[in-house]
């Protein structure tokens, strides 16, 4: 239970951390490499609690492609941003919670209490009235690029997603830290490789920026697939992507006096309903 409640939190600090970003400006090339290289250092000092002799062939390769469809994700992220905001971006990737849900119902038949598959279903609904809620006063749809971006990044998220589901019901348990210090090790060198192209900026708050976001992210992926070993996926997967997005928007809300619309206010309702069924 703990595992979930910081799962959630930190998925959603992960969005306002992109927020405050974008928000000032910031260069996104430059964060992004700092996240993922702080990421990934962040779990190496964890080898050596969790000793392996040798890291099979399984653990590089799934780490190694998480690294290249996280990094992937995080670059369809910025185009999405810059045209349709930050909040539509935040809104589709908390939507593709659905792929893993899948998965986890067709390949692992994983099943829920009724009380616990009622807060899912409640979670899953909270999602398009959030999204809904983001998309008032932006009343035409988007144009076919961006369409096509919003659904890839909808497809690789949930492929983020969909890879830490896959380790967590095949992998070692004792190579974790070894996984997450290769996806994100990979990621960095794909975002690394884009910022010596596009950008090669450096801006001490950038840095930083992107530190803490990484600190975020490795706490957040690590607690998601300890919240994994309590519940089931089609319980985590939607409870951490609803709660982190009312997370973001209440945040945003007092801090930024983005106030959610009637549909938000009501998929806020829904989710915290949602949350608190899940954990009974």
């Not at 939607?238 to 619309?261: C, D, N, Q, R």
Request: glycine share 10%; aromatic share 10%; proline share 5%.
């Amino acid at each position: 239970m703990i595992a979930l409640g910081l799962a959630t939190i930190l998925t959603g600090a992960f969005a306002v951390i992109v927020r405050f970003g974008q928000r000032r400006g910031g260069d996104l090339h430059t964060i992004g490499v700092a996240n993922y290289l702080t990421a990934s250092l962040a779990f190496i000092p964890l080898l050596r609690l969790h000793p392996s002799p040798v890291v099979s062939h399984h653990t590089l390769l799934l780490g190694a492609i998480g690294g290249l469809v996280y990094a992937t994700a995080y670059y369809l992220f910025l185009p999405v941003m810059s045209s349709r905001g930050v909040a539509i971006g935040s809104a589709v990737t908390r939507v593709s919670v659905v792929l893993p849900m899948l998965l986890s119902l067709g390949v692992w038949r994983e099943a829920p209490t009724w009380v616990q598959a009622i807060g899912a279903a409640l979670a899953l609904a909270a999602l398009p009235l959030l999204v809904l809620s983001r998309l008032d006063g932006q009343p035409s749809p988007p144009r076919s690029r961006e369409f096509a971006l919003l659904a890839a990044l909808f497809l690789f998220n949930g492929g983020c997603l969909s890879v830490g589901k896959w380790y967590h019901a095949t992998g070692n348990l004792a190579e974790r830290p070894a996984y997450f210090a290769t996806l994100f090790g990979v990621a960095a060198l794909y975002t690394g490789a884009v910022w010596v192209v596009r950008s090669q900026r450096l801006d001490a708050l950038d840095v930083l920026t992107g530190a803490l976001l990484g600190l975020t992210n490795a706490s957040s992926n690590f607690a998601l697939l300890s919240a994994l070993d309590a519940f089931p996926g089609v319980v985590t997967f939607p409870v951490t992507a609803a709660g982190g997005l009312v997370l973001a928007v209440v945040f945003a809300a007092i801090w930024w006096k983005e106030l959610p619309t009637r549909l938000g206010a009501v998929g806020v309702l829904l989710a915290v309903l949602a949350v608190v069924l899940v954990n009974l």
